[in-house]
């Protein structure tokens, strides 16, 4: 069955770099999606990644795609308090583009 | 502000009742998309109307239903409500309904069922 993983919680130091990992189960996905939860809000598309590129660097974020393993990382550079939410990534059900398939979301906590 | 608004934000109600949330989408999006966030079972895709027509259906409940309405507002309507119904839900709304399609997510509805 579709399955996204990611492990649920990451502490880094403001100034360092953040690396949140993610494991997908459909190889067919055209897209793949890191969306962002600050605490009481909503889901933010942060960024996604087209599934013929291995990398899209956005700003202080990197998205790395490897295919062949079905993994997929976020990471943010120079990590600031603000970037402190829950990341979630989400690939798109097999056979349709629009419903989305969610991991239980990492929380980062940066401390100073 | 994703331009998709949420109502209520919060209910409290008990089992048994039912209860209607609603859902106006960003201006010119056809797509509406309920979703459910729990402790236990995360972030879970519970259904998806384009243009008053569902489309796809998720991990919802016979207990659950939802519509879209011509002026392209949704309701999800949930009914005999158990403990478990409480969570958070959203609502996505987005242009399109194939490929690429940023969804845009609503501030949610946190439901509380005691």
């Known amino acids: 069955g579709e399955d996204v993983e990611q492990s649920l919680f990451l502490s880094v130091r403001e100034g360092d770099s953040s690396v949140i990992n993610c494991t997908y189960t459909?190889?067919?996905?055209?897209?793949l999606y890191w969306y962002k939860q600050e605490p009481g809000a909503g889901l933010q598309l942060l960024t996604y990644?087209?599934?013929?590129?291995d990398m899209k660097q956005d700003q202080r974020l990197t998205v790395l795609l490897n295919k062949k393993d079905k993994h997929l990382s976020l990471r943010i550079a120079d990590t600031q308090t603000g970037d402190s939410a829950i990341y979630f990534c989400?690939?798109?059900?097999?056979?349709?583009?629009?419903?989305?398939?969610f991991g239980a979301g990492t929380r980062l906590a940066v401390h100073p | 502000d994703s331009g998709v608004t949420q109502t209520p934000k919060h209910l409290i109600t008990a089992t048994g009742q039912r209860v209607t949330l609603r859902c106006s989408p960003r201006?010119?999006?056809?797509?509406v998309y309920w979703y459910q966030q729990s402790l236990d079972q995360g972030l879970q895709f519970l259904i998806h109307y384009y243009n008053g027509e569902e489309r796809a259906k998720g991990n919802i409940l016979e207990r659950f239903s939802a519509q879209q309405f011509p002026d392209l507002h949704s309701e999800l309507n949930l009914s005999s409500l158990e403990l478990g119904d409480s969570a958070l839900y959203f609502c996505?709304?987005?242009?399109?309904?194939?490929?690429?399609?940023?969804?845009?997510f609503g501030p949610g509805t946190r439901l509380t069922v005691l």
């Open positions: 459909d190889s067919s996905s055209t897209y």
């Open positions: 996505a709304s987005s242009m399109s309904g194939t490929l690429y399609n940023e969804q845009f």
């Open positions: 989400a690939e798109p059900i097999s056979g349709g583009y629009n419903k989305l398939i």
């Open positions: 990644i087209f599934s013929n590129m």
């Open positions: 201006s010119g999006d056809l797509s």
